[in-house]
Structures are given as structure tokens and as C-alpha cells.
């Protein structure tokens, strides 16, 4: 049997546009990014979704694949994706921030390991407030409903040559105000808890300067660091819930969902 053309680019453009869109949020979203995921895993959960929904999308626009418009709808939805996956990664950074600011507050930043999913070297502590984080995001089921958003935007944010127009991308730099506020809400017990116990060692400095205080105030320092973060990650979960709201208000004002 003979297909023609015009049948197989219209097949292709209903998958391959989609097919933009789940990939690039893949690449972007948090975990789903992370360098001890191959790529190949990262492209057959997109295509497996893309199969999987494709059979209740809308019609695609009636726009040549091969063209200046179909690589402009191309990019469009690619941009769109990577905002949703960006979304995510900035909420995982706001406790990724936390943990930054109480090691160095407690001189527990010293200690540095290498961050898997970045390759880079991190805090220990942040380390610690990501892995927490990540497996806080996959009991709040955040994968799915992010995998839920998605597809579900493809009918409040259909696939068009304007469709990059529709969305807010400017409010991922305005919830970066929410991702300070919530690492300094989260660390502020530390600080200032540390920042007494910095208080008396100046008030013992002044008050006996024979003490060496860099002898002791180390070590004290460290281990009130522990005992602090012993006492106060038991509100955890209730600083990620905050911001878990948040961050679903974000990704349904990008994709013009109503939550």
C-alpha cells in the first residue's frame, strides 16, 4: 500500500509536536534530569507518554512540518515544556538553598561531596535538604501530577504558532522571590540560634580573653549545628507543602489550567 505524503507529515505532526513539549519538560524536570538517568530512558518515557495521550489531543494546526512555521512550533512547545520542568527544579532548590545557608552558618559547609545529579561539589548539608527533598517530591506524587499538567495542557494551551504568546513566562522569575523566602523562612531558626551562640562566645571572649576561642567555638559550633538541625527538621514537610501549593500554582498559571 502506498502512503502519501501529506498522511505520513500529518501522522508525524501529531506526534512529534507533542512529542516536543513531554521531552523537553523530561530534560528539565527535576530527578528526571539528573545525570544518572540515560537519555534513552528520559526519550522512551516521553514517546511512551506521547503515545499514550496522543489519541485524545486536539487537532494539530494546519501548518507544514518542514517549514519556517513548523520549526517556530517546534521551538514554541519545547520552550513550554522546559518551563514546566524548570518549575520543578526551582522548587527543589529553594530547600537545596536552605541547607546551603544552615551549613555555613554551622561551619558544616566545609564538609563537601559530589552531587549526583550535577556532578558538581555541594554542601553536605544541601546535599542532605535535596535528597530529602526529591523523596518528599515523589511521596507527594509531584512526578505524576506534573506528567497529569501536561497533558492535560494541550487542550488549555493547544498546539499553535502563537501559542508561546498565551503563556506567562515572566512568573517563573517572579516565584523566584518565593524560593528565597521560603530557604531563609526554613534556615532562620538556625541563624539565628547560631547567631546567640556566636553572641556568647564574643560575651566569653570579652569576658576572659586567655580562652582560645577558635579552639572551642569550632568544634561548639558544629555540634550545636547538628543538635539544630536534629530539632528543626521536623517541620520539613510543612515548609515543602507551602511551597509544593506554590509551585502547582506556578505550572497552572504557565499552562492556563484551572486549579
Known amino acids: 500500500m502506498d502512503w502519501p505524503l501529506e498522511v505520513i507529515l500529518d501522522f508525524l505532526a501529531t506526534m512529534l509536536w507533542p512529542l516536543a513539549r513531554i521531552s523537553a519538560m523530561f530534560a528539565a524536570m527535576t530527578l528526571f534530569s539528573s545525570q544518572n538517568i540515560s537519555a534513552r530512558i528520559r526519550a522512551a518515557l516521553a514517546v511512551a507518554l506521547t503515545v499514550a495521550i496522543q489519541p485524545t489531543l486536539p487537532p494539530m494546526p494546519d501548518i507544514e512540518l518542514f517549514s519556517i512555521a513548523g ?52 554542601p553536605a548539608v544541601g546535599q542532605f535538604f535535596l535528597l530529602l527533598a526529591s523523596l518528599v517530591f515523589l511521596a507527594f506524587d509531584g512526578h505524576i501530577a506534573l506528567l497529569m499538567a501536561i497533558a492535560k495542557s494541550f487542550h488549555s494551551l493547544p498546539v499553535a504558532i502563537n501559542s508561546l504568546s498565551q503563556v506567562n513566562l515572566f512568573a517563573i522569575v517572579e516565584w523566584a522571590a518565593w524560593m528565597y523566602t521560603a530557604a531563609l523562612s526554613m534556615a532562620l531558626s538556625a541563624v539565628v540560634a547560631l547567631l546567640l551562640i556566636n553572641f556568647s562566645f564574643g560575651v566569653m571572649t570579652r569576658a576572659a580573653p586567655q580562652l582560645n576561642i577558635f579552639a572551642i567555638g569550632f568544634p561548639i559550633t558544629m555540634l550545636s549545628g547538628l543538635l539544630i538541625l536534629w530539632l528543626t527538621i521536623g517541620n520539613f514537610a510543612i515548609h515543602f507543602e507551602r511551597q509544593w501549593h506554590r509551585h502547582l500554582d506556578l505550572v497552572c498559571d504557565l499552562l492556563l489550567l484551572n486549579c
Open 71 to 122: 520549526f517556530l512550533v517546534t521551538a514554541q512547545e519545547m520552550i513550554i515544556g522546559f518551563s514546566v520542568g524548570l518549575a520543578s527544579q526551582l522548587l527543589i532548590a529553594s530547600f537545596v538553598l536552605a541547607g546551603q545557608i544552615v551549613g555555613m552558618q554551622t561551619s558544616l559547609g566545609f564538609a563537601n561531596i559530589v552531587d549526583p545529579m550535577n556532578g558538581q561539589q555541594v
